[in-house]
């Protein structure tokens, strides 16, 4: 039997066979590391993440390499994702801010279960563009806008979600809590580890 998490979480869920639910999204997985609703239907990168938390969770740390892998892969110029895919090919091309910041969450999670800084390494790159893309889709009043349409076009609807990271590399090389620079450079946002200025929005330390 794999090994996943904890003691004291494998006992929270003492009623549930985690290892086959696990099993059942590594079957599903592509070679590619893309992981469809199931077999043959779209992948779209929400759940492509929930699904690589699942098999982290399981024990198939491997598998959930290939899946973040996959994400940085396909990640688009601009830090996002397509909202939907069918065995690697977009189906469809909105973008969508909520789906592309939702990395951010895996990534962390898969550190937090493996300790593989490596990983997280690698992954920075990937989370850094996508969190730009979002917060670049922000309303001065605070809202993120929901999506980008495959015209171009930003859907001013917000939903009610919130962007969080807790750890970057930077945090991990210098142990300096991070933040969101609101006046970057050419107006742009971005992410820094150096000590915080006024201008930010704090993300949280470790």
């Known amino acids: 039997m794999r090994q996943y ?3 004291s979480v494998q006992h929270s869920y ?13 079957d599903t ?14 992948t779209d990168p929400w759940d492509h993440v929930e699904s ?9 740390a491997a598998e959930a390499g290939r899946a973040f892998a996959w994400l940085a892969e396909n990640q688009l110029p601009d830090g996002s994702w397509y909202s939907a895919y069918r065995q690697g090919e977009p189906e469809n091309r909105t973008r969508e ?11 962390y999670h ?15 790159p990937a989370v850094d563009a996508a969190l730009g893309f979002a917060t670049g889709l922000q309303a001065k009043t605070g809202e993120i806008h929901w999506a980008v349409s495959p015209e171009g076009k930003p859907d001013p609807m917000a939903l009610p979600h919130g962007i969080k990271f807790r750890v970057s590399e930077s945090q ?33 330390s470790i």
């Open 172 to 204: 991990m090389r210098t142990g300096h809590s991070g933040y969101w620079d609101m006046n970057g450079p050419n107006g742009k946002n971005r992410f820094s580890g150096s000590d915080m200025p006024s201008a930010a929005v704090p993300i949280c």
């Open 52 to 60: 690589a938390m699942g098999l982290s969770i399981g024990g198939y």
């Open 110 to 124: 898969y550190y937090l279960i493996h300790r593989d800084e490596k990983f997280l390494k690698n992954m920075w």
């Open 5 to 7: 998490i904890c003691e």
């Open 97 to 107: 801010s909520h789906m592309a910041a939702y990395i951010a969450v895996g990534v």
């Open 29 to 42: 997985q592509y070679r590619s590391g893309e992981i469809p609703w199931f077999r043959g239907d779209k």
């Open 14 to 26: 003492a009623g549930l066979d985690v290892e086959t639910v696990a099993g059942q999204i590594a």
